[in-house]
């Protein structure tokens, strides 16, 4: 049974638009949320993290929104780039817990 | 600081031979984690080392893969037979588990071939 879904294999967005890739969890033990970023044959690497004391957070083109009532988190880039084309990973870990709970991935390509 | 090094980067075997992986962390960091990624289970965790100690191998498929961390600089994750199932991309992270919520920095990978 998968604690983190990411229920989208894969999006496509226009460059310069809004990229909004989704997380749903269910272990409400989760305190901690990542986005990691993974290019082809590249190991994951981080992007950014939220903690379950914050609804929202923010770098640079990249924010993070978490939902703990709906159990949900979101990552939003504006303005989307080509660059950006990769596969993005949803995170989640407890406080009591040493290890990350990964998704299964989104696909994101970037059009120019 | 060079980063979580992996070796070797691809390995091509056949069914039955005894597979080694490779993994450096990063100097300083006391955890260390084994993932494996496919297309269908996506990044699952198999074991994790917490100051060379193993805490949790209750991701390690079967009896047939093993890991050690003989000292904080080296860690190897063995299959012994290799089956073609178990081809896949296995990935080695470290963090420094002194700071709560510290981020796992990964290696490149390791892509299995199992014929």
């Known amino acids: 049974d998968q604690q983190v879904k990411q229920n989208s294999p894969s999006l496509s967005v226009q460059e310069g638009r809004i990229s909004i890739l989704n997380c749903d969890y269910t272990?409400?033990?989760?305190?901690?949320f990542l986005w990691y970023k993974k290019y082809p044959a590249e190991g994951p690497t981080f992007l950014i993290s939220?903690?379950?004391?914050?609804d929202k957070n923010e770098d640079g083109r990249f924010t993070v929104f978490l939902n703990k009532s709906a159990k949900h988190l979101s990552l939003h880039i504006v303005p989307s780039q080509p660059g950006d084309s990769a596969v993005y990973f949803c995170?989640?870990?407890?406080?009591?817990?040493?290890?990350?709970?990964f998704g299964k991935g989104t696909k994101l390509s970037v059009k120019p | 600081d060079a980063g979580v090094i992996q070796s070797p980067r691809h390995e091509v075997t056949e069914m039955g031979q005894e597979v080694t992986l490779r993994c450096k962390p990063i100097?300083?960091?006391?955890?260390l984690f084994w993932y494996r990624q496919t297309m269908m289970r996506g990044l699952e965790l198999l074991i994790y080392?917490?100051?060379?100690?193993?805490?949790?191998d209750s991701g390690m498929p079967e009896d047939r893969f093993s890991a050690k961390m003989p000292n904080a600089s080296f860690s190897t994750l063995k299959i012994q037979p290799s089956e073609p199932r178990d081809s896949a991309v296995y990935f080695c992270?470290?963090?420094?588990?002194?700071?709560?919520?510290?981020?796992?920095?990964f290696g490149s990978g390791t892509q299995l071939s199992v014929l």
């Open positions: 992270a470290s963090s420094n588990r002194d700071r709560v919520y510290e981020k796992l920095f």
């Open positions: 272990n409400s033990m989760f305190d901690y």
């Open positions: 939220i903690s379950s004391i914050k």
């Open positions: 995170a989640a870990s407890s406080g009591s817990q040493g290890n990350l709970i």
């Open positions: 100097s300083g960091h006391n955890s």
């Open positions: 080392f917490n100051n060379n100690v193993p805490i949790d």
